[in-house]
C-alpha cells in the first residue's frame, strides 16, 4: 500500500482498521470484555479501544499476545484474505450483531444461517454480472 511522504511511517493504515475490526469481533464473539482483553495483553482498555478502532497500529508481539487471549492462530486475525474487503462493513455494529447471533447457534442454526447468506451472496453477485453485461 502505497502512501503518501506526509504519511509517519506510524499512522495507521486501512489494514490496521480491518485489523482492529477482526480483533473485536473475535473478542465479541468470545464474549470478552475490552478490559478483560487489557489485563490479558498487559494494556489499558483504551489501549485496546485504539487496536479495535485502527488508531493504532498493533506490533506482533501484541497480535501474538491478542491471538493468545481471544484463542485464534494470529495468521486468522490478519485480514490477508479480505484485503479488499470494504472497511466500514468490517467495523460495522451489523457484522459485531451477526457475529453474536452466530455464536449463539448450534450446528444446525449455523449451516442454516450461512446457507441464507451464500445463497444472499449469489443472488448479489448475479445482480452485479447483469448490470455489467447490460
Known amino acids: 500500500m502505497a502512501k503518501s511522504a506526509s504519511t509517519s511511517p506510524r499512522t495507521a493504515t486501512r489494514v490496521d482498521i480491518e485489523l482492529g475490526a477482526r480483533i473485536r469481533a473475535r473478542r465479541s464473539e468470545r464474549k470478552m470484555s475490552q478490559e478483560q482483553l487489557a489485563a490479558a495483553i498487559g494494556v489499558t482498555f483504551q489501549q485496546v479501544q485504539k487496536y479495535e478502532k485502527g488508531v493504532n497500529r498493533v506490533a506482533a508481539s501484541t497480535l501474538v ?8 492462530a494470529a495468521g486468522e486475525l490478519l485480514p490477508s484474505a479480505i484485503a ?7 467495523a460495522s455494529d451489523d457484522l459485531i450483531e451477526l457475529t453474536r447471533i452466530f455464536s449463539g447457534l448450534d450446528g444446525e ?10 445463497a444472499l451472496h449469489r443472488d448479489a453477485k448475479r445482480a452485479i454480472a447483469k448490470r455489467s453485461k447490460a
Open 65 to 72: 499476545d491478542i491471538s493468545d487471549a481471544l484463542d485464534i
Open 84 to 90: 479488499r474487503a470494504d472497511s466500514s462493513v468490517l
Open 109 to 118: 442454526g449455523r449451516a442454516t444461517l450461512l446457507n441464507v447468506g451464500r
